[in-house]
């Protein structure tokens, strides 16, 4: 296991290395499931962008990223005579081929790099969850969740993420599964998430100060690290983080070190692997995670990954899920429906005391997590889904969890 993990990480970080052949361009395919196909499908069917006289765009038939650049300056022609809908599916595709389109001469108001820009955007929600065999997973809480970027310069940008909560029920304090032994049940008034730069050094895009660290699938690590990550690679991404946790125990700093590699096999498949190593004040512990995921019919794309650490005993983690289509809060009446099965013994994966919301639901869980997302009006997702199993390290306990959610994104 050790060995062929070693193997693969060697065989990705070759091929990681900025200016090694294998390193993407502007005119290598983008994965035929890529929301881009969806949203400009959309586009084309409503008029704004005709792609079929050019023989740019063909349904299902893969696409460069330089062809999709240009079929997004069309649409940008166009934007004086569009919707808010579509304006927001516009200006999300030009994001997505901003360096393209800068190479296509296309200038983008929304986009155009102005030294001290300050970028608003942030998510509002409603999220009502029920355990019905207990009351540890039940979390009921309003949330509003405010990102600020700051341009530095063209290519540097300072980032800044603020969380507000409150419980419905007890609106002095704040909520989240599992949260009120961390916080005492004192209110979350503004809490700072994410602080960090980021920008281009040699090739590379670095990132350093308090960010989110999420491994492949999010299988072992889903937490905040304040360090330094550095990327590079475009066929094969491969980052490595150096940094802190906030600690697995109330009061004490976990160190991390990670590297992760996402290989884009084919237009369709990807496969990521993650090793992490981390200092919990009695040793080292190791984590190890291999998955991937592939389209396998139109619209349907399923994942899985397994992760082992060197805990003893109960030291091996596995997820799947299969997933039909995907909301976009751009996209009115897009959906989704998912299915997945998780076992997370609490051996086989880190957390930190800090590790709330959504994280608290995979430690130490076993079984399935079943629903769906809808988008009922513009720059919205509906979420419902059920959880049902056992705890992971006894199997003893039942664990039924059912969540309502509606957010807003602006």
């Known amino acids: 296991m050790k060995k062929s993990l070693i193997m693969t990480f060697a065989l990705v970080w070759l091929c990681g290395i900025p200016h090694i052949t294998c390193a993407a361009t502007p005119f290598s395919d983008v994965p035929t499931k890529h929301w881009s196909y969806a949203a400009v499908n959309k586009l084309a069917a409503e008029g704004i962008i005709d792609g079929e006289s050019?023989?740019?765009?063909?349904?299902?038939?893969?696409?460069?990223?330089?062809?999709?650049?240009v079929l997004v300056s069309k649409a940008i022609t166009k934007e004086d005579k569009v919707n808010a809908e579509q304006k927001a599916l516009i200006?999300?595709?030009?994001?997505?081929?901003?360096?393209?389109?800068?190479g296509l001469g296309v200038r983008v108001k929304a986009l155009?790099?102005?030294?001290?820009?300050?970028?608003?955007?942030?998510?509002?929600?409603?999220r009502a969850d029920a355990q019905t065999n207990g009351d540890t997973y039940d979390d009921q809480h309003v949330n509003l969740d405010l990102n600020f970027t700051y341009k530095v310069n063209?290519?540097?940008?300072?980032?800044?993420?603020?969380?507000?909560?409150?419980?419905?029920?007890?609106?002095?304090?704040?909520?989240?599964?599992?949260?009120?032994?961390?916080?005492?049940?004192?209110?979350?008034?503004?809490?700072?998430?994410?602080?960090?730069?980021?920008?281009?050094?040699?090739?590379?895009?670095?990132?350093?100060?308090?960010?989110?660290?999420?491994?492949?699938?999010?299988?072992?690590?889903?937490?905040?690290?304040?360090?330094?990550?550095?990327?590079?690679g475009n066929v094969v991404k491969t980052s490595i983080s150096v940094g802190n946790t906030d600690g697995g125990t109330v009061g004490l700093i976990d160190n991390h070190k990670g590297i992760e590699a996402d290989w884009g096999?084919?237009?369709?498949?990807?496969?990521?692997?993650?090793?992490?190593?981390?200092?919990?004040?009695?040793?080292?512990?190791?984590y190890y995670t291999v998955g991937f995921d592939t389209k396998i019919a139109d619209n349907l794309v399923f994942a899985a990954a397994a992760a082992k650490s060197s805990n003893s005993g109960n030291n091996k983690a596995v997820f799947t899920e299969l997933k039909y289509k995907e909301a976009d809060s751009?996209?009115?009446?897009?959906?989704?429906?998912?299915?997945?099965?998780?076992?997370?013994?609490?051996?086989?994966?880190?957390?930190?005391t800090k590790d709330t919301e959504d994280r608290i639901l995979d430690i130490n869980f076993k079984g399935v997590?079943?629903?769906?997302?809808?988008?009922?009006?513009?720059?919205?997702?509906?979420?419902?889904?059920?959880?049902?199993?056992?705890?992971?390290?006894?199997s003893l306990n039942q664990i039924k969890v059912y969540r309502g959610q509606l957010e807003l994104y602006f």
Request: charge should be negative; hydrophobic fraction near 35%.
């Open 330 to 352: 751009v996209v009115v009446g897009s959906s989704d429906i998912f299915v997945n099965y998780r076992k997370l013994p609490s051996n086989a994966i880190y957390y930190t």
């Open 54 to 69: 050019t023989g740019e765009f063909q349904g299902e038939k893969a696409l460069t990223r330089y062809e999709f650049a």
């Open 154 to 232: 063209p290519d540097w940008t300072f980032v800044v993420e603020n969380e507000y909560q409150r419980k419905i029920n007890d609106p002095s304090a704040g909520d989240s599964a599992g949260d009120n032994a961390i916080k005492d049940n004192d209110a979350i008034n503004s809490e700072t998430e994410q602080m960090y730069g980021m920008g281009p050094v040699a090739g590379a895009i670095v990132k350093g100060g308090r960010y989110g660290y999420k491994s492949a699938y999010g299988l072992v690590i889903d937490s905040k690290v304040t360090g330094a990550e550095v990327s590079f």
């Open 112 to 126: 155009e790099d102005k030294a001290g820009d300050i970028h608003f955007a942030g998510t509002a929600r409603l």
């Open 91 to 102: 200006d999300k595709l030009a994001r997505e081929y901003e360096e393209e389109l800068k």
């Open 369 to 394: 997590r079943a629903g769906f997302d809808y988008v009922p009006m513009l720059n919205s997702k509906l979420t419902v889904w059920f959880m049902s199993g056992k705890d992971a390290d006894t």
């Open 265 to 286: 096999v084919t237009p369709d498949t990807n496969v990521r692997a993650n090793f992490s190593q981390i200092n919990i004040k009695r040793g080292n512990q190791n």
